[in-house]
Nanobody, 124 residues
Framework: QVQLVESGGGLVQAGGSLRLSCAASGRTINTYTMGWFRQAPGKDRDIVAAISWNGGSTYYADSVKGRFTISRDNAKNTVYLQMNSLKPEDTAVYYC?????????????????WGQGTQVSVSS
């Protein structure tokens, strides 16, 4: 089992920045793909970004390309999402999740463990 705890969410004005962190415990995640997803009220949970076990491969949803950056520190068992130039449409609950071991996927069904989420609200 692995536990994931997200932090860093909050309320920010449009154009502002936030940095989300996802700390893992119970298992070392350094061989797993990690992902960030988000879910806005009344909408599906969609992938935002993903990163391979060594950071060599990354994926970004078109809506966040050029604004968000996913990174990881395997020594700290932690994954980050730096969010810049935030827009009101980025408002959602953000979740981190543990993906596949040895393969890279951006499909939510490939992710086995999920955090409780952190709320990000962007005002106009």
């Amino acid at each position: 089992q692995v536990q994931l705890v997200e932090s860093g969410g909050g309320l920010v004005q449009a154009g502002g920045s936030l940095r989300l962190s996802c700390a893992a415990s119970g298992r070392t995640i350094n061989t797993y793909t990690m992902g960030w997803f988000r879910q806005a009220p009344g909408k599906d949970r969609d992938i935002v970004a993903a990163i391979s076990w060594n950071g060599g491969s990354t994926y970004y949803a078109d809506s966040v390309k050029g604004r968000f950056t996913i990174s990881r520190d395997n020594a700290k068992n932690t994954v980050y999402l730096q969010m810049n130039s935030l827009k009101p449409e980025d408002t959602a609950v953000y979740y981190c999740a543990v993906g596949g071991r040895g393969y890279f996927s951006v499909v939510s069904t490939a992710y086995d463990y999920w955090g409780q989420g952190t709320q990000v609200s962007v005002s106009s």
